[in-house]
């Protein structure tokens, strides 16, 4: 089984920075891309920005410039680095790992970004 633990949300003003973190553990053999969905209130799970194995990096256009995600694979962590937030990137931040052909997700994490 494998386990994702996230951590860093929180209550942050608008034109604040918030960093998220996202290990994996258990029965890890070769993680492929990681990335990072957000569900807004009343809206649907989407994207925010994947990683592959390689490092190549895809980001949603809402927030292309502002987050930046990474990776340590040493540590089976994905991160995703958060500037100059906005009140609409409130939501529950779910981070995804795929392995081998499996996904598997985090529990969530609330991001509260206030105006």
């Known amino acids: 089984q494998v386990q994702l633990v996230e951590s860093g949300g929180g209550l942050v003003q608008a034109g604040g920075s918030l960093r998220l973190s996202c290990a994996a553990s258990?029965?890890?053999?070769?993680?492929?891309?990681m990335g990072w969905y957000r569900q807004g209130p009343g809206k649907q799970r989407g994207l925010v920005a994947t990683?592959?194995?390689?490092?190549?990096?895809n980001y949603a256009d809402a927030v292309k410039g502002r987050f930046t995600i990474s990776r340590d694979n040493a540590k089976n962590t994905v991160y995703l680095q958060m500037n100059s937030l906005k009140p609409e990137d409130t939501g529950v931040y779910y981070c995804?790992?795929?392995?081998?052909?499996?996904?598997?997700w985090g529990q969530g994490t609330q991001v509260t970004v206030s105006s």
């Open positions: 995804k790992v795929v392995i081998t052909v499996a996904s598997y």
């Open positions: 990683i592959s194995s390689g490092g190549s990096t």
């Open positions: 258990g029965s890890i053999f070769s993680i492929n891309s």
